[in-house]
């Protein structure tokens, strides 16, 4: 089995019905702000014949959200759920389940054991790098414990610093820490208890990182887009397509074996890229095994067949999608230039995620509109 590059026409891969329950709260870290609000990014991603589950608390921004989309020519369900609960997956006879990550909780109702078992093999950093060097996969020098009591003291003094302490499963970079010597690492070793699996992984020195992500159709992985991540320090804020390097082929032996052995959905890697003496490297950092952050904006940048696109976080004042006025910056269709409201839930915090189609320097002062606006 080989990945094959998606389709980004309008005429699509065809695909079954969905049941969407894009709540992020059974997978993410405490004191994200409003991440009882993120299932409201799915639905840019629906299609009519689609059902979508929603927080109820959504309910008052569903006009404004929809008048934005119908203005844009951006399709989506009208068939809405308000409310979470994870049952509603297998309640739907003919419709499949699309969550933005397949946990035990959203198994109870579907009960795909090779889904979920992939899931959680490759969800451990740790499994990813032995399953990385089985595959012959390019990634850091990474040294992998069971727990910090079987920490070695000749293998902390073998990796070069700074480096990267890592539990072996976290969230959101909750559980990292750089170190910039063994004395930070001993200092970090505190946070965690006896029995977390960790990691120490060598720095790469670079300021540009990838997210390649893959779709499963069938029993191919289909690669959907490399994008570049737009950094604010250690920060994630967005993502920019294209990217300036699509490596693919340094993580398609794990697509095809994360596929083989039941993945579902959509997945992605990190990819960092590192200048040597011999040339570019492209060292694979973790695999996310479920939708991220660039993959709605993905998802709806094909829908609307825009080739040229970032997708950043903004702060607001305003707390209703009413009171923002997108007049004459919005997306237009015929310019292939805009404004796209991505994430529109959180504007009840205070932010939302735009995409930002065109042109570079066109997305440049598109952003600066933006910030004066909201």
Same mark, same amino acid.
């Given at each position: 089995?080989?990945? /094959?590059?998606?389709?980004? =026409?309008? @005429?699509? $891969?065809?695909?079954?019905?969905?049941?969407?329950?894009?709540?992020?709260?059974?997978?993410?870290?405490?004191?994200?702000?409003?991440?009882?609000?993120?299932?409201?990014?799915?639905?840019?991603?629906?299609?009519?014949?689609?059902?979508?589950? $929603?927080?109820?608390? +959504?309910?008052?921004?569903? @006009?404004?959200?929809?008048?934005?989309?119908?203005?844009?020519?951006?399709?989506?369900?009208?068939?809405?759920?308000?409310?979470?609960? +994870?049952?509603?997956?297998?309640?739907?006879?003919?419709?499949?389940?699309?969550? #933005?990550?397949? !946990?035990?909780?959203?198994?109870?109702?579907?009960?795909?054991?090779?889904?979920?078992?992939?899931?959680?093999?490759?969800?451990?950093?740790?499994?990813?790098?032995?399953?990385?060097?089985?595959?012959?996969? *390019?990634?850091?020098?990474?040294?992998?414990?069971?727990?910090?009591?079987?920490?070695?003291? *000749?293998?902390?003094?073998?990796?070069?610093?700074?480096?990267?302490?890592?539990?072996?499963?976290?969230?959101?970079?909750?559980?990292?820490?750089?170190?910039?010597?063994?004395?930070?690492? #001993?200092?970090?070793?505190?946070?965690?208890?006896?029995?977390?699996?960790?990691?120490?992984?060598?720095?790469?020195?670079?300021?540009?990182?990838?997210?390649?992500?893959?779709?499963?159709?069938?029993?191919?992985?289909?690669?959907?887009?490399?994008?570049?991540?737009?950094?604010?320090?250690?920060? &994630?804020?967005?993502?920019?397509?294209?990217?300036?390097?699509?490596?693919?082929?340094? /993580?398609?032996?794990?697509?095809?074996?994360?596929?083989? &052995?039941?993945?579902?959905?959509? #997945?992605?890697?990190?990819?960092?890229?590192?200048?040597?003496?011999?040339?570019?490297?492209?060292?694979?950092?973790?695999?996310?095994?479920?939708?991220? !952050?660039?993959?709605?904006?993905?998802?709806?940048?094909?829908?609307?067949?825009?080739?040229?696109? =970032?997708?950043?976080?903004?702060?607001?004042?305003?707390?209703?999608?009413?009171?923002?006025?997108?007049?004459?910056?919005?997306?237009?269709?015929?310019?292939?230039?805009?404004?796209?409201?991505?994430?529109?839930?959180?504007?009840?915090?205070?932010?939302?995620?735009?995409?930002?189609?065109?042109?570079?320097?066109?997305?440049?002062?598109?952003?600066?509109?933006?910030?004066?606006?909201?």
């Amino acid at each position: 089995m080989s990945a /094959v590059m998606l389709n980004q =026409s309008p @005429d699509r $891969l065809p695909e079954a019905k969905h049941i969407y329950n894009h709540d992020i709260l059974n997978c993410t870290a405490d004191g994200v702000v409003g991440n009882h609000l993120y299932s409201g990014r799915a639905l840019g991603i629906t299609e009519p014949w689609d059902i979508i589950q $929603l927080n109820e608390t +959504l309910m008052p921004l569903w @006009d404004d959200i929809t008048t934005h989309y119908q203005r844009i020519g951006l399709s989506h369900t009208q068939d809405v759920v308000w409310y979470l609960n +994870l049952k509603e997956l297998g309640a739907h006879i003919g419709y499949q389940p699309s969550v #933005f990550f397949y !946990g035990p909780e959203e198994n109870q109702y579907w009960g795909d054991y090779d889904w979920l078992n992939t899931v959680e093999y490759i969800n451990s950093k740790n499994n990813f790098m032995s399953l990385a060097n089985k595959l012959d996969v *390019d990634v850091p020098k990474t040294v992998c414990f069971s727990s910090k009591s079987n920490i070695n003291i *000749d293998e902390l003094k073998s990796i070069n610093y700074p480096c990267y302490l890592k539990a072996a499963v976290s969230v959101s970079g909750v559980g990292i820490y750089r170190c910039e010597n063994i004395t930070d690492l #001993f200092e970090n070793l505190r946070n965690f208890n006896g029995k977390t699996p960790l990691q120490l992984q060598e720095e790469v020195k670079t300021d540009t990182f990838l997210n390649l992500q893959y779709k499963v159709v069938g029993k191919e992985a289909i690669r959907l887009a490399a994008s570049e991540q737009i950094l604010d320090g250690f920060a &994630h804020q967005g993502n920019r397509v294209p990217a300036s390097h699509e490596p693919w082929d340094v /993580v398609e032996p794990m697509a095809e074996w994360l596929v083989a &052995h039941g993945m579902k959905g959509i #997945f992605a890697f990190d990819v960092a890229i590192s200048q040597t003496k011999s040339g570019l490297r492209f060292p694979a950092i973790e695999c996310n095994p479920r939708f991220n !952050g660039a993959t709605y904006p993905t998802l709806m940048a094909q829908k609307l067949n825009i080739p040229e696109w =970032s997708a950043i976080n903004f702060t607001t004042k305003y707390r209703n999608l009413a009171d923002i006025d997108l007049s004459d910056i919005e997306y237009n269709n015929k310019t292939g230039e805009g404004a796209v409201i991505v994430n529109w839930g959180t504007v009840l915090e205070g932010k939302l995620v735009i995409l930002m189609a065109g042109s570079k320097p066109y997305q440049e002062a598109l952003s600066v509109e933006l910030a004066a606006r909201l």
